[in-house]
């Protein structure tokens, strides 16, 4: 997806290990957004960032933690990794110009398995 | 209760039927609607962008809202076996006055269209 970048792509780790995963954009948008992809729920939002160094929690925050040093890099941390946090993990970006909450820009994902 | 249903599906149809995929919400807030579109192991992207109740059309595609009843529609006329995708339909969430672009989503409906 163009401007949006997540790696890595794939991804096996056992569980209790710490794992990071990266987004980087080259769009300059002010948001961005992590997002995780079960069957039976959609998409369930983790954290997002309002801008560097500001951040929130999403509605499974749970386990995970971000960090946003930089305007284009927004990582996402498995602090110690469960079966459960088994996904597919999207980053998303946005500019918003209204409350409507423009469109995002996905990245391709990040398919994690912990074993 | 998910602020946002949507019937996973899956739905399949013969190419050039005319599709009709739903979602209903909870959150009366609730005024902006989208519908993405997400192929097979990529992210979402976004296809229709409603404000309000009414209907809004884009070649093949109509998204339409009707508030009063809580119930988003996309519609999909000549269906195409390009077509074949998940839908998912979503709604900025509002906290505090301000959304920051967070998204709720549907479960998501996988539709197949057989040539």
């Known amino acids: 997806d163009a401007g949006i970048t997540q790696s890595p792509r794939h991804k096996v780790t056992e569980t209790g290990t710490p794992v990071t995963l990266r987004c980087h954009q080259t769009?300059?948008?002010?948001?961005m957004y992590w997002y995780r992809q079960d069957p039976g729920h959609g998409l369930r939002l983790i954290h997002y960032?309002?801008?560097?160094?500001?951040?929130d929690k999403g509605e499974v925050s749970d386990g995970y933690s971000v960090s946003r040093s930089k305007t284009e890099d927004f990582l996402l941390t498995l602090e110690s990794a469960t079966s459960s946090q088994t996904s597919v993990y999207f980053c998303?970006?946005?500019?918003?110009?209204?409350?409507?909450?423009?469109?995002?820009?996905f990245g391709s994902g990040t398919r994690l398995t912990v074993v | 209760q998910k602020e946002v249903e949507q019937d996973p599906g899956p739905l399949s149809v013969p190419e050039g039927a005319i599709v009709s995929l739903n979602c209903t919400y909870s959150?009366?807030?609730?005024?902006?609607f989208m519908w993405y579109r997400q192929y097979s192991r990529k992210g979402p992207e976004l296809l229709m962008y409603?404000?309000?109740?009414g209907n809004k059309e884009d070649g093949r595609f109509t998204a339409q809202v009707d508030k009063s009843s809580k119930y988003i529609s996309l519609f999909i006329r000549d269906s195409q076996p390009s077509d074949s995708a998940t839908y998912l339909c979503?709604?900025?969430?509002?906290?505090?006055?301000?959304?920051?672009?967070?998204?709720?989503f549907g479960q998501g409906t996988i539709l197949t269209v057989h040539p």
């Open positions: 409603t404000y309000s109740s």
């Open positions: 960032s309002y801008g560097v160094k500001d951040t």
């Open positions: 959150n009366s807030a609730f005024q902006y």
């Open positions: 979503a709604s900025p969430r509002k906290a505090g006055g301000t959304s920051y672009g967070k998204l709720t």
């Open positions: 769009e300059n948008h002010r948001y």
């Open positions: 998303a970006i946005s500019e918003l110009r209204t409350q409507s909450g423009n469109g995002y820009t």
